[in-house]
Antibody, heavy 119, light 109 residues
Framework: EVQLVQSGAEVKKPGESLKISCKGS????????IGWVRQMPGKGLEWMGL????????RYSPSFQGQVTISADKSISTAYLQWSSLKASDTGMYYC????????????WGQGTLVTVSS | EIVMTQSPATLSVSPGERATLSCRAS??????LAWYQQKPGQAPRLLIY???TRATGIPVRFSGSGSGTEFTLTISSLQSEDFAVYYC???????????FGQGTKVEIK
């Protein structure tokens, strides 16, 4: 069974750094792209970027380029989303996601990581 | 960058009635279009991929149509568990990118 398990909720202050994780299991981790999706409170889904675990090729949405860093450690089947200096506007739920086995639509989602940035 | 626009923002429907949701792409996405359902406190769930193919386990009352820039999700007879927010998404294969619509909330009339 394909599973994406994300790290737990975080509460941070503005200006702090943060790295959240997404661990894949039940499939060949290096054969798929993993994406990150933001959902601000009460708002819709926003694509942030994608990383291919085979060679760490990374693509960012123009809206998030330079704002976050996506990385991965294929030795432990884990993808990461990182901020160097958080803002209050980074508060939201962050999902990792993977395409399905039979189509490029998203067939698998992590449970989400809630990030709260508040002074 | 491809922009996805959904309409309406909110749809008020009575149980048993038909719901029709629209999604428009700013340029052709061929059939690389998916629909997702999201309920409060849950991750989204894939309903339709390839514009018109139901995902595994999705009831037949959900159907998708369209190609290019105009797409439709139809729920033929709304059940209580269908009241949720629905998102369309384009997924370009190369270069890889995703774009979501802003969502349509289907609420009880």
């Amino acid at each position: 069974e394909v599973q994406l398990v994300q790290s737990g909720a975080e509460v941070k202050k503005p200006g702090e750094s943060l790295k959240i994780s997404c661990k894949g299991s039940g499939y060949s981790f290096t054969s798929y792209w993993i994406g990150w999706v933001r959902q601000m409170p009460g708002k819709g889904l926003e694509w942030m970027g994608l990383i291919y675990l085979g060679d760490s090729d990374t693509r960012y949405s123009p809206s998030f380029q330079g704002q976050v860093t996506i990385s991965a450690d294929k030795s432990i089947s884990t993808a990461y989303l990182q901020w160097s200096s958080l803002k209050a506007s980074d508060t939201g739920m962050y999902y990792c996601a993977r395409r399905s086995s039979y189509d490029s639509a998203i067939g698998h989602w992590g449970q989400g990581t809630l990030v709260t940035v508040s002074s | 960058e491809i922009v996805m626009t959904q309409s309406p923002a909110t749809l008020s429907v009575s149980p048993g009635e038909r719901a029709t949701l629209s999604c428009r792409a700013s340029q052709s996405v061929s059939s690389n279009l998916a629909w997702y359902q999201q309920k409060p406190g849950q991750a989204p769930r894939l309903l339709i991929y390839g514009a018109s193919t139901r995902a595994t386990g999705i009831p037949v009352r959900f159907s998708g149509s369209g190609s290019g820039t105009e797409f439709t999700l139809t729920i033929s007879s709304l059940q209580s568990e269908d009241f949720a927010v629905y998102y369309c998404q384009q997924y370009n294969n190369w270069p890889p990118e995703w774009t979501f619509g802003q969502g349509t909330k289907v609420e009880i009339k």
